[in-house]
């Protein structure tokens, strides 16, 4: 079993564990604090009035459902994730809020998605995790249109997202063996540099690539911050292996750690990403990837 199937297997078992379930405990939290991003993509992607939309990475379903309740029964929305947690709880809000959108439990990468069937492709955080970024791309761009728009979000470096790294900074020194995330492998950070966005792009038969920067105050309640911090990131994956005092002493310095980010009964930070826009390249430039 080579690296690359290695890290696929191990992203399933992650977000159809541990990971996917954090996510479904803290989907109302977690939809309100990005809520401004989505509602970034929801104006820029409605205002193409795609017919078929697909949403990668698309979690509980927010992105993919306000997708649908904007661009109305004339359009199609389909979220994709690779965790079951997650898709079962989109189909669960869709259903509850009488929306019709689909979802799809695959991994996007190599999922045998309907041919030049889509119109926009979009994704809010859910594109950093493929082990083969350029193939994810290319699978995208066979599932879509000539004149498909392609519309992401995703983070910048963690240098300018100082509340996505203080757990595992204040927590190092408690924990050795702390999870370290690396620039280049899957993960929050994969998409920090725009060459390497550009090219992931590029070689995935997109074109008129442009990336903006986009700085978004997100916020949140404070009394949620504490199941924030001990169920989501690299912290939380290593809570578990910890006896019961050394756990708490991690806990209590984590939160402390926040203290800077609580105004009152609100956790504030700024979230620094990066807002993608492309489109589908020519046929002769994809001929390669069909």
């Known amino acids: 079993?080579?690296?690359?199937?290695?890290?696929?297997?191990?992203?399933?078992?992650?977000?159809?564990?541990?990971?996917?379930?954090?996510?479904?405990?803290?989907?109302?939290?977690?939809?309100?604090?990005?809520?401004?991003?989505?509602?970034?993509?929801?104006?820029?992607?409605?205002?193409?009035?795609?017919?078929?939309?697909?949403?990668?990475?698309?979690?509980?379903?927010?992105?993919?459902?306000?997708?649908?309740?904007?661009?109305?029964?004339?359009?199609?929305?389909?979220?994709?994730?690779?965790?079951?947690?997650?898709?079962?709880?989109?189909?669960e809000r869709a259903e509850r809020e009488a929306t019709p959108a689909s979802f799809v439990h695959a991994d996007a990468q190599d999922h045998a998605f309907e041919p030049a069937a889509f119109d926009a492709v979009v994704s809010r955080f859910g594109v950093m995790f493929f082990n083969d970024p350029v193939r994810a791309f290319a699978n995208f761009r066979r599932a879509s249109t000539d004149r498909a728009r392609l519309?992401?979000?995703?983070?910048?470096?963690?240098?300018?997202?100082?509340?996505?790294?203080?757990?595992?900074?204040?927590?190092?020194?408690?924990?050795?063996?702390?999870?370290?995330?690396?620039?280049?492998?899957?993960?929050?950070?994969?998409?920090?540099?725009?060459?390497?966005?550009r090219g992931i792009l590029t070689d995935g038969g997109w074109a008129e690539i442009d990336l903006r920067p986009v700085d978004v105050e997100c916020v949140f309640p404070e009394s949620a911050l504490l199941r924030y911090l001990?169920?989501?990131?690299?912290?939380?994956?290593?809570?578990?292996?910890?006896?019961?005092?050394?756990?708490k002493q991690v806990v209590e310095t984590v939160r402390a750690a926040f203290d800077p980010f609580v105004e009152g009964e609100h956790a504030r930070f700024t979230a620094a990403c990066w807002d993608v826009d492309a489109r589908a390249s020519s046929e002769a430039q994809t001929r390669k990837f069909r």
């Open 230 to 247: 001990t169920r989501l990131g690299p912290v939380s994956q290593v809570l578990g292996e910890l006896d019961e005092d050394r756990r």
């Open 151 to 197: 519309r992401l979000v995703v983070w910048r470096g963690p240098e300018e997202n100082p509340f996505m790294t203080t757990a595992e900074r204040a927590a190092a020194p408690l924990v050795p063996g702390l999870p370290t995330r690396r620039p280049d492998e899957p993960g929050q950070f994969a998409f920090a540099d725009p060459d390497r966005v």
């Open 1 to 91: 079993m080579g690296p690359a199937r290695r890290n696929d297997d191990a992203q399933a078992a992650r977000w159809n564990g541990p990971g996917g379930n954090a996510w479904v405990e803290l989907q109302p939290v977690l939809d309100e604090m990005f809520r401004p991003l989505e509602t970034l993509l929801v104006d820029a992607v409605s205002a193409q009035k795609p017919g078929q939309v697909l949403d990668v990475g698309c979690g509980t379903g927010g992105v993919t459902l306000a997708l649908a309740r904007r661009l109305g029964p004339a359009s199609r929305c389909v979220g994709v994730d690779i965790s079951g947690p997650l898709v079962t709880a989109a189909r």
